[in-house]
């Protein structure tokens, strides 16, 4: 799940369970970190729910913070009509006809407020394009020093430099600024690299105000550049082999 998804799940459980009070919690999932925990947000009250790049934190009343990471196959569901998941959720958490559940993920823990507030994970993230205060002169700044030496594609998905940037996101803001990401960072100019992060704002504030994301180029290597009508390339880019997808001809 990319920073708009996890952007938006936070909107939907603030909408929904916002100073309510939690009824029933179980983590009926053998598999799941919390089988055991679950029952420590019963009777606690939702304050905040919140996105920080890919991961998603909800503040209960009493200090206790819910920390998610949903990684590629984790996902979330918020129902408001009373309706069971599917499966045996990896938490499950109730008020009233809400119900909200969590499958699968790389991070699904509970902490209290202050672990939270100093997880070292969660400082080291660079400044996030959805959150309110993201300054995109200053994060392309940071992106021209601190990915340096690497390729744009490959930057972009460093969550230390900009977070809440996955691979749908960062082909189509590419495409959109008209930048190779097979270009060195490095040789990028400020205007260009500004317009880079500008548009990866840009998809992302799309996506979580219309729930759907641009696409010009993603897995589109099938189909023509809607600029040119060439040819879309596509080719795994970085230690994680994550697919990039470019126009050669209008993305220089």
Not at 154 to 179: S, T
Request: with cysteine.
């Amino acid at each position: 799940m990319e920073g708009d998804s996890i952007h938006r799940v936070a909107q939907r459980l603030g909408a929904a369970l916002l100073d309510k009070r939690i009824e029933r919690a179980e983590a009926p999932s053998p598999r799941s970190p919390l089988h055991h925990r679950a029952g420590e947000l019963e009777g606690r009250v939702l304050e905040r729910a919140e996105a920080r790049g890919k991961h998603l934190l909800a503040h209960f009343s009493g200090g206790l913070v819910l920390h998610t990471h949903l990684g590629v196959n984790g996902r979330w569901r918020i129902s408001t009509t009373g309706d069971s998941p599917y499966g045996s959720p990896w938490l499950l958490f109730a008020s009233g006809r809400v119900v909200a559940s969590q499958t699968g993920g790389q991070i699904l823990r509970l902490v209290s407020e202050s672990r939270a507030r100093n997880d070292p994970g969660l400082m080291q993230l660079g400044p996030d394009p959805l959150r309110q205060g993201f300054d995109a002169v200053e994060a392309a700044q940071r992106f021209r020093i601190a990915g340096a030496g690497r390729e744009v594609g490959d930057a972009l998905l460093d969550q230390r430099i900009v977070a809440g940037i996955g691979n749908a996101i960062r082909n189509e803001a590419c495409f959109r600024a008209g930048i190779n990401p097979w270009r060195r960072v490095e040789d990028l100019s400020a205007e260009e690299a500004e317009r880079l992060i500008r548009e990866n704002e840009a998809v992302m504030r799309i996506s979580l105000r219309s729930g759907r994301r641009p696409r010009s180029v993603y897995r589109a290597t099938r189909a023509a550049c809607p600029r040119c009508g060439g040819r879309i390339r596509s080719r795994g880019q970085g230690d994680a082999n994550r697919s990039a997808y470019w126009c050669p001809s209008c993305q220089t």
